[in-house]
Every structure is written in C-alpha cells, then in structure tokens.
C-alpha cells in the first residue's frame, strides 16, 4: 500500500549541495505555507520565518556555523531561518519551532526540492554560541531564539541514507533495553569527531544534523 506522506517522509535526506537553479516564489510559499500549519500548544504559533536570499548575508552566515555545513549555506539560493517566542509557549517552543522546520523539509520533498536542517539553538544559550552569531547578523530581537536554518534549493547530488527496521525501535508495552550493535556506535562517533576536528559545537544540537 502506497501513502504519498510516507514516501515524501521516506525520501527526505539532508542535502549539502544545491544547484544553483533559482527557488520560485510559488515553490517557496508552499514551503512556508507548511511551516505556517505546524501545530502548536493551544495554537500559540510562537514562531516567524526569516527568508535569506541576500548573498553577503549568507556569506557571513556560512563562516558562523560549522564548516560541515556551510556549502549548503553558500549553495543553496535561499535559506529559512526559524524564530521561536518562548514569552508564547515557555515549554513547548523548542518542539514548536523544530515541528515547522520539519514540516518545510518535507514540503520541500515534496515538491522536488532538497534541504539540510542546521540546528543551532543553544541550550544554555551561551554568548559565543552559534545561535547568538547568526542572531546578531539576521538582527533577531534578544527575547526571540533561533531554532534552525534550512537551506533550500535543487539537490545536486541523491542521498541514500537508510534507517534502521521497525523491530530495532519498536516495543509492545514496555520499553525493552536492546545493546547497539558497536559497528553503528563507531560510525556515529566517527563522523561527531570529524564534526569537531573542523567546529567546535555549541551545543548537542549542532551535531545532530550530520548523523540522521
């Protein structure tokens, strides 16, 4: 049985190279039309989407973040920054905020464009973080937090990441411990040290991305 949410949701993989094949405006509205139906708590909406299409700006933005990630920055034509208000949902505005990020990056797919989820919401919201940098360049007001950047544009190349199978996640009733096979923990931090080696990251988040 075939469900086009499913296969739209199966078919996203985080894109680091775009080409250069201008973003129209109606694709970009769908995308945002998607962020902008995101659920939230008693429908706070606690969010604003910030869309970077300037160049220098998105120069300035891909020497702020990881250098793992700042290709897709300069790549992509357009970039989507997601702003929460925690004054508007001061438990839930972290899920909120990745909530509508999720719901572009799928929109996106389905669509037949590529996006990469940079994560850079700091949760001590350190000073030098990177959330703090690229709030100083896109001129977010203090109260608001940043929750990620998604570039967005054609893929220039096809990711084929695959997920592991449901019986390795799935439990009936109660949660059951399972030992992860060491091959996966060794891929894992092989690629969160080779983050770090080009990036220190400002928080957990930020290596995120680069493993799902």
């Known amino acids: 049985m075939t469900n086009p949410i499913l296969e739209t949701i199966r078919e996203r993989r985080s894109i680091l190279r775009f080409k250069s094949t201008p973003v129209s405006d109606a694709k970009l509205n769908l995308v945002l039309e998607a962020g902008r139906w995101a659920p939230s708590l008693g429908n706070s909406q606690p969010w604003r989407f910030i ?9 300035r933005m891909s020497i702020v973040v990881s250098t793992f990630f700042s290709l897709s920055i300069k790549d992509a034509p357009i970039c989507i920054a997601t702003c929460v208000n925690p004054k508007k949902d001061s438990f839930h505005f972290i899920e909120d905020g990745a909530i509508a990020t999720q719901n572009m990056a799928l929109a996106a797919q389905s669509i037949g464009l590529g996006t990469s989820w940079i994560g850079v919401f700091s949760l001590l919201n350190e000073k030098n973080s990177t959330e703090r940098k690229l709030k100083e360049i896109l001129k977010i007001p203090n109260e608001w937090r940043l929750i990620s950047i998604l570039p967005l544009g054609t893929p220039k190349f096809k990711e084929t990441k695959q997920r592991k199978e449901l019986p390795e996640l799935v439990d009936l009733n109660n949660f059951r411990i399972r030992e992860e096979p060491s091959s996966n923990l060794e891929i894992i ?3 969160s040290t080779e983050i770090q080696k080009t990036h220190e990251p400002s928080s957990v988040r930020e290596i995120e991305p680069s493993i799902v």
């Open 189 to 191: 931090r092989k690629r």
């Open 51 to 59: 869309v970077i299409n300037n160049k220098e700006i998105k120069e």
